[in-house]
């Protein structure tokens, strides 16, 4: 009886990892390192598996984010500036 929903999650589990692994992640700004990941906020069910499975996929228990990235190497969090800096050009 359990069974469909065990094949929903699953189902999620697969597409959410898929999701990640595929994503453009930026490099590290302090080290430059490119083992970051994208930070998400809230342990439910599938995030903690995620969480443990997926090296792009970083989890923190409540928000504010303390960046969008997660650098694995040297393990900050960080934000990219382009969307941040409108007109500022490098
Ligand atoms: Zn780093």
Same mark, same amino acid.
């Given at each position: 009886m359990a069974e469909? $929903?065990? &094949?929903?999650r699953e189902q999620v589990?697969? $597409?959410? &990892?898929?999701r990640f692994?595929?994503?453009?992640?930026?490099?590290?700004?302090?080290?430059?390192s490119g083992a970051t990941a994208?930070?998400?906020v809230g342990v439910i069910g599938i995030t903690i598996r995620l969480a443990a499975t997926c090296s792009k996929f970083k989890l923190i228990p409540n928000?504010?984010?303390p960046g969008e990235w997660f650098c694995q190497s040297c393990g900050k969090f960080f934000d990219v500036p382009y969307k941040?800096?409108?007109g500022a050009t490098t």
């Open positions: 469909y $929903e065990t &094949y929903d589990y697969k $597409e959410q &990892y898929r692994m595929n994503m453009e992640v930026p490099p590290c700004t302090r080290c430059g994208s930070v998400q928000g504010p984010k941040s800096n409108e």
